[in-house]
């Protein structure tokens, strides 16, 4: 199984955004900085996952994204999901026809492979990864450089207002 870039970025966005949650609304745009994902692309994934219930959009001054539900009740299943990705492995997709039409002799074998690899996923949240002590040392870290960009490259808004 190759996990696209689509359910890496869904899942990567997701955790982002289950650290900040606890301060308010989080925007694409910050999410983009830490992460480095084209803004663009996060649009179309929250559209995805908003559709999904697993975000809810906050409008206004201040506003963003918030989990649609707490951290510990969406597993990183159901952000790859969400966002059409397959968590198969089989050559077929599941079609029973990766042999001329019918199943091959290792089918069995990689379907069993996807049922496990789904049910691992399905039982890892992320609140059970976010609260992992390396994963809020990367976070912390990809906070403070994202920091550090913005002080050094203001939005022209703000450079325009100084003048």
């Known amino acids: 199984m190759k996990l696209s870039t689509k ?13 900040h949650d606890h301060e308010g609304p989080v925007t694409l745009a910050d999410i983009s900085q830490c992460q480095g994902i084209s803004l663009s692309y996060l649009e179309q994934l929250f559209a995805r996952l908003r559709k999904e219930g697993l975000v809810e959009g906050v409008r206004g001054p201040g506003g963003g994204y918030r989990l649609g539900r707490p951290s510990s009740q969406i597993s990183i299943a159901e952000i790859i999901n969400a ?3 397959n968590i198969d492995v ?5 079609n029973k026809d990766c042999h001329g039409g019918e199943k ?3 089918h069995q074998l990689w379907e069993d492979l996807s049922s496990r690899l789904y049910e691992f996923l399905d039982n890892l949240t992320l609140a059970n990864f976010i609260n992992r002590p390396e994963i809020r040392e990367v976070a912390y870290r990809q906070d403070t450089i994202a ?17």
Not at 147 to 163: G, V
């Open 83 to 85: 966002v059409d990705e």
């Open 90 to 94: 089989t050559r077929c997709l599941g």
């Open 104 to 106: 091959c002799l290792t």
């Open 147 to 163: 920091s550090r960009i913005a002080t050094m490259f203001p939005p022209r808004a703000t450079l325009s207002a100084r003048m």
């Open 7 to 19: 359910g890496r970025y869904a899942v990567t966005a997701m955790m982002d955004l289950a650290i």
